[in-house]
């Protein structure tokens, strides 16, 4: 051992590194994956809140047979002694000649009928009677027993509730209530009174009325070739239908394998299920978040929790006054602010103390609605699509093991040496900075400071979700002018509070939703923080969800506060407290060539030429539509009506008259079809849609001069 040679001897200590957390989904085997999703298998079977339930009913049932059993009985006797008394009395025979006029010829026949009839009653009386005494005197008292028991169920046989049966129905109906839970066809006629199926048709069903939370839930076919979306669509007139406030009726159309366009899933709660105190956020209770994961928003009807996606996606939060929009925006920054690994920019524009707290997490972070505070907004988008580019540059040199797309993961968005944490940029009453009229100066172009804004704001929302940039924009003016129609396009998921009228609830939710069913100008003002949600990506409610109304978590400003300490105490730990939440903001380094070169926003004295932004609809829709398709030299020279009708999902002849109030009138061209042959069809120019945009240009810019000499 001494020849041995001897090396440096290190001093060093062992360190555990504390695990990554990891969100652990257990996966279910070939025959539980079966058992839940065949629909063989009863629904109680599959939940333990079924089961309990259909305990509960089933304890109910035994409780009430015997009331139940005694009223069939009943019914049945009187049943029974009316068909007695129709027979006995020839009652058929009788109106039939009554109806061939030719009672008094027969009058003879009826009365010897009768008589031979009441004997034969007597008879079979007197002969039971004989019977069921020598049963007794032979075999003893219990045949009193059996016949009397026999005797009872065959009257609740013929007592039975069924339709069609005589002296079952009252003469004057009692108030409607939900009595479909216990007789279907209650059901049938509501989708029959609302217009839904025709009087000859009915319903198939496909799972009972079962209770569910505090409501029943059904399953039901429409009839062939009648749709769900129409029953969605009808939903008021199918509430009223079954005596129930439309805010108690939730329809749905059932998708993928258990589903297709004519099944419907309906819940109907007992009463009013916002009429509750709401709910305190889950988060107080979470001591950190991770972002990747559905930030806790609210919950639904049926008091199912409802998650919100974040990362690669956009939200859009907008209503009146007083409704709760500032409250859904801080919900979607809780689960973030608890993730140490995320960056927050926060602009307050509403300048109040609602987002006070955040001051305390955010990297950039301002509160006012002056123009240096637009200015200092339009500094942050800059920089922020600097920072996208930079990391798309980046990804470029990754390999394919730690990034397998040109997308961030999660493992990127935490490793330190990469730089890339998932970003969110929050605008609290973002109309302020979008209507800045504000002079500014780009690349020797002068344009508003509201239009450049716009302009940012859309390539981030466009080219950032994939790089982990997150963009959350809250709203009171939620109009065509305020909000730009290529932003709002670009924006994948919406959220809409109580509004004014259906025009602003299609701004927020998209076109023509409406005409879906989903109206927030319909919303209850006494319903505070409900809204109706449109999300981009899976929800509890189900992955193919189109809409549903949620009703958001409670978080009053000390919560908020709470949270948003907590979330300094993350990032102090983990050493990921930046900029202005250090006291020392980091200064900016602007490169407005390189966001003017990003956007390709081509822009004049005028402002952008062929951008949606500041246009009336349908001609913001039909430019962002066309696009580069509106070039004089690369772009098409006519589209044919039909064409956008179904690309923008409108009715053909409103959209006409539409354009031709804004000057663009149709016209016919002839076109060759897919065949070859030439066709003469209707539609429009593209040079006509060029000047009307011009035009619709010239006058705004013309309107906003006056405005400003007004005021000068």
């Known amino acids: 051992m001494s020849d041995l040679p001897v090396r440096s001897v290190l001093d060093a200590e062992l360190v555990e590194e504390p695990p990554a957390p ?161 007789d279907p066809q209650v059901l049938v006629d509501a989708f029959r009174d609302a217009k839904l199926i025709g009087k000859d048709e009915t319903l198939r069903l496909v799972e009972r009325a079962t209770r569910m939370g505090e409501g029943w839930a059904i399953t039901v076919d429409l009839p062939a070739t009648r749709k769900a979306a129409d029953v969605i669509k009808n939903r008021e007139a199918l509430a009223s239908a079954l005596a129930v406030d439309e805010v108690q009726l939730i329809v749905d159309r059932v998708r993928r394998n258990g589903g297709h366009a004519g099944r419907v899933a309906m819940w109907v709660a007992d009463q009013d299920p916002y009429s509750a105190p709401p709910l305190r956020t889950p988060l107080l209770d979470v001591p950190r978040w991770d972002a990747w994961r559905p930030v806790p928003f609210g919950r639904d009807a049926r008091d199912r929790r409802v998650d919100l996606p974040l990362v690669w996606t956009s939200l859009l939060v907008g209503a009146i006054p007083r409704q ?53 907004l339009v500094g942050w988008l800059v920089e922020l699509i600097g920072e996208v580019q930079g990391r798309y540059r980046r990804m470029r040199e990754l390999d394919d093991v730690t990034c397998p797309e040109s997308k961030i993961t999660p493992a990127m968005s935490r490793d330190a040496r990469l730089n890339m944490p998932v970003t969110a940029l929050f605008i609290d009453e973002v109309q302020v900075p979008l209507e800045d009229r504000t002079p500014v100066k780009v690349e020797g172009k002068k344009l508003t400071a509201g239009e450049y804004v716009g302009e940012l704001l859309t390539w981030l929302a466009k ?30 998921s919406r959220f809409a509070l109580r509004v004014m009228d259906w025009r602003d609830s299609n701004i927020v939710l998209g076109e023509q939703m409406n005409t879906r069913g989903y109206d927030s100008s319909r919303l209850l003002a006494s ?54 939440a250090t006291g020392r903001d980091v200064a900016l380094v602007l490169d407005h ?101 011009k035009r619709t240009r010239r006058a705004e810019i013309g309107s906003a001069g006056s405005s400003d000499r007004d005021l000068s």
């Open 22 to 182: 990891v969100y652990y989904r257990p996966k279910l085997g070939r025959l539980a994956s079966w058992w839940l999703r065949s629909p063989r298998v009863p629904v109680w079977l599959k939940e333990r809140a079924q089961a309990a339930q259909a305990a509960k009913d089933a304890v109910a049932y035994v409780v009430r047979s015997p009331f139940r059993f005694l009223g069939a009985v009943v019914r049945g006797l009187i049943a029974g002694a009316r068909w007695w008394r129709r027979w006995v009395t020839v009652r058929d025979f009788r109106e039939a000649a009554e109806q061939s006029e030719k009672l008094a010829d027969k009058f003879a026949e009826i009365r010897a009928l009768t008589l031979f009839r009441w004997k034969v009653t007597g008879l079979v009386l007197v002969v039971s009677a004989l019977v069921v005494l020598v049963a007794r005197v032979v075999y003893g008292p219990g045949v009193l027993w059996i016949v009397a028991t026999v005797s009872a169920v065959a009257l609740a046989v013929l007592g039975r509730r069924k339709e069609g049966s005589p002296g079952r129905k009252a003469v004057l109906a009692g108030p409607r209530t939900l009595t479909w839970t216990m």
């Open 463 to 492: 080219k950032g979700p994939a790089a982990g940039f997150v963009l959350v924009l809250a709203t009171q003016r939620p109009d065509s002018k305020t909000i730009p129609s290529g932003l709002r396009a670009v924006l994948g």
């Open 527 to 580: 319903h505070k923080g409900v809204g109706i949600l449109r999300p981009d990506g899976e929800v509890q409610a189900g992955a193919d969800v189109l809409a549903l109304t949620v009703r958001t978590y409670y978080m009053p400003n000390e919560d908020w506060r709470v949270l948003c300490e907590r979330g300094r105490a993350l990032r102090e730990a983990e050493g990921t407290l930046t900029g202005h």
């Open 593 to 693: 060539t390189a966001a003017v070169k990003a956007i390709g926003a081509g822009t004049t004295s005028d402002g952008p030429v062929w951008r949606p932004d500041g246009l009336p609809e349908p001609l913001a829709a039909v430019v962002t539509y066309l696009g580069d398709e509106l070039d004089e030299e690369d772009g098409r020279d006519f589209i044919p009506t039909a064409e956008l009708a179904e690309a923008l999902d409108v009715e053909p002849t409103a959209f006409a008259r539409q354009m031709a109030g804004l000057d663009c009138r149709p016209t016919r061209n002839r076109v060759p079809g897919e065949d070859g042959e030439v066709r003469r069809i209707r539609g429009y120019f593209t040079a006509d849609i060029r000047a009307a945009v």
């Open 324 to 376: 709760g929009k500032t409250f859904a925006a801080r919900l979607a920054a809780a689960g973030l602010i608890l993730d140490p690994h995320t960056r927050l920019y926060v602009a307050d524009f509403k300048a109040g103390k609602d987002w006070e707290a955040a001051g305390q997490v955010a990297h950039r972070f301002m509160s006012g609605d002056e123009s240096e505070h637009v200015l200092a």
